[in-house]
């Protein structure tokens, strides 16, 4: 298993760039493999918020990935974590 935690950036449907920190790693399931983890944005808008797909996150060095949401979870007031699925090779 592989896996990256740190600065990235969430880009939108729209080209909006969303800066935040990631915690992601790689899966292997029954052969099936995979990545994905979660986003914590510095800043909540509605868009962040209605985001689901057709998504890439972009981690520093130019890598980049499609990703999917697949949760939203309020940690704080002005905080939420969002769960990502990636798809594709892993950009870490």
């Known amino acids: 298993m592989t896996t990256y935690s740190g600065p990235a950036r969430l880009i939108l449907v729209g080209g909006t ?6 915690s992601l790693s790689t899966n292997q399931r029954g052969g ?5 983890g979660t986003f914590r944005p510095d800043q909540i808008s509605e868009d962040v918020r209605n985001a689901s797909d057709g998504l890439f996150l ?19 007031a002005t905080q939420v974590l969002m769960s990502l699925a990636g798809s594709g090779p892993a950009p870490f």
């Open 58 to 76: 972009e981690l520093p060095y130019d890598q980049v990935g499609a990703v999917a949401v697949t949760g939203i979870r309020k940690l704080l």
């Open 32 to 36: 099936v493999e995979g990545w994905g």
């Open 17 to 22: 760039y969303v800066s935040g920190m990631a």
